[in-house]
């Protein structure tokens, strides 16, 4: 485009280029995750709510795992179906409108599972001990019962009636329990 310049030698005109508009550039357009499964309680709005706080590896693609629709309305049959799946997202509608979850970072394990790795690393720091060698545990975060696992991103939402995000408050990091 042409502008005119002012300076102390008189008037010009000069072609210069277009300005670099200012800040960071627009946000691509949303894109949901791809879906192995259906989710009939999460419109794209919701998707885009919950998908800005998870890490980005975890929003290309989800696989519905459990649907009380489907399954039956069985905590035994969740739990089997969640265990050891990697991170989930947890979405209930209850009879009252509500719409509200949970993200856990990492797989659900079942408090035996739990147990049994607790009791293997205490005979290999014992075993280590023994030789004299040093054994180095598994690392938990700082501050987190042998009860609970999860890890600081976790999260818990509601969508509806409202939207409000939960965070890890930082008190400990006693984040999931099953």
Same mark, same amino acid.
């Given at each position: 485009?042409?502008?005119?310049?002012?300076?102390?030698?008189?008037?010009?005109?000069?072609?210069?280029?277009?300005?670099?508009?200012?800040?960071?550039?627009?946000?691509?357009?949303?894109?949901?995750?791809?879906? /192995?499964?259906?989710?009939?309680?999460?419109?794209?709005?919701?998707?885009?709510?919950?998908?800005? /706080?998870?890490?980005?590896?975890?929003?290309?693609?989800?696989?519905?795992?459990?649907?009380?629709?489907?399954?039956?309305?069985?905590?035994?049959?969740?739990?089997?179906?969640?265990?050891?799946?990697?991170?989930?997202?947890? !979405?209930? /509608?209850?009879?009252?409108?509500?719409?509200?979850?949970?993200?856990?970072?990492?797989?659900?394990?079942?408090?035996?599972?739990?147990?049994?790795?607790?009791?293997?690393?205490?005979?290999?720091?014992?075993?280590?001990?023994?030789?004299?060698?040093?054994?180095?545990?598994?690392?938990?975060?700082?501050?987190?019962?042998?009860?609970?696992?999860?890890?600081?991103?976790?999260? !818990?939402?509601?969508?509806?009636?409202?939207?409000?995000?939960?965070?890890?408050?930082?008190?400990?990091?006693?984040?999931?329990?099953?």
């Amino acid at each position: 485009y042409q502008r005119r310049v002012h300076g102390d030698m008189g008037t010009r005109d000069s072609k210069q280029k277009a300005a670099e508009p200012e800040g960071p550039p627009p946000a691509p357009a949303f894109s949901p995750p791809l879906f /192995h499964g259906a989710s009939d309680l999460l419109s794209k709005e919701d998707l885009r709510q919950i998908c800005c /706080h998870l890490p980005l590896d975890q929003t290309e693609t989800w696989t519905l795992l459990y649907n009380s629709r489907k399954d039956g309305k069985s905590f035994t049959r969740f739990g089997t179906a969640v265990c050891n799946k990697g991170p989930t997202l947890v !979405v209930i /509608h209850d009879t009252d409108g509500h719409i509200f979850g949970g993200y856990a970072d990492e797989s659900w394990r079942p408090m035996e599972d739990r147990r049994k790795e607790a009791e293997k690393e205490q005979a290999a720091a014992q075993r280590a001990s023994r030789c004299g060698q040093h054994f180095e545990p598994k690392p938990r975060p700082p501050n987190q019962a042998r009860q609970f696992f999860g890890g600081g991103r976790c999260f !818990v939402f509601s969508l509806a009636p409202d939207l409000k995000l939960y965070l890890p408050s930082g008190a400990n990091s006693n984040f999931m329990y099953y």
